[in-house]
């Protein structure tokens, strides 16, 4: 589970009865924001409307904020491969269901995903690194791995407490207006 993303109360109760009578090897759930509004809302619906179509035709993205797997199935498969930089449950999806796993999305209990990063880069901005990301998925491991390192870093929280191009782009501001200001008197 990602250290953004948040449980409900009732979480835990709701996911054992989904493990119990899904018959899944591989549980994964629906998220909701962190922040309700109609777009953050619509762009949810979305992506766990894909991914349950994507689980149901070929299973082939885990997202791995949070799913649940039987700890004996995860270790057969050996894990997630910690070389890659992006979706690394992809490679452990792939392995799993060649295995003879079953995967399942469900859309409750749902869990709380935090839309940090996705507020940080802005919804263009994001939209094209994750097309970046997807494409690099298919030319290869190695040009994935390169190009993940480059757009998509995962460091944890520290990305979101200092941004450079916003602190230029605030400097660049103060010193037109004080230019401004400066002309006026």
Do not use: C, H
């Amino acid at each position: 589970m990602d250290a953004d993303s948040r449980l409900d109360p009732e979480f835990l109760l709701g996911a054992r009865y989904r493990w119990e009578t899904s018959q899944a090897e591989v549980l994964s759930f629906w998220f909701k924001p962190d922040i309700i509004n109609t777009r953050n809302e619509s762009i949810a619906l979305a992506v766990n409307l894909f991914r349950e179509l994507q689980n149901n035709l070929n299973p082939r993205y885990l997202l791995e904020a949070l799913f649940m797997i039987k700890k004996d199935r995860f270790l057969a498969a050996g894990g997630f491969d910690e070389s890659i930089n992006y979706a690394e449950g992809s490679q452990l999806i792939r392995t799993l269901v060649k295995q003879g796993n079953v995967s399942k999305i469900v859309r409750d209990p749902v869990f709380t995903f935090s839309f940090r990063r996705l507020r940080r880069m802005g919804l263009l901005t994001m939209a094209g690194t994750m097309a970046r990301l997807e494409l690099s998925n298919l030319i290869g491991k190695n040009y994935q791995s390169f190009v993940a390192k480059k757009i998509y870093p995962m460091v944890g929280g520290s990305q979101f407490r200092y941004n450079q191009k916003a602190k230029n782009q605030f400097v660049i501001k103060i010193k037109k207006l004080l230019m401004d200001l400066d002309r006026d008197f």
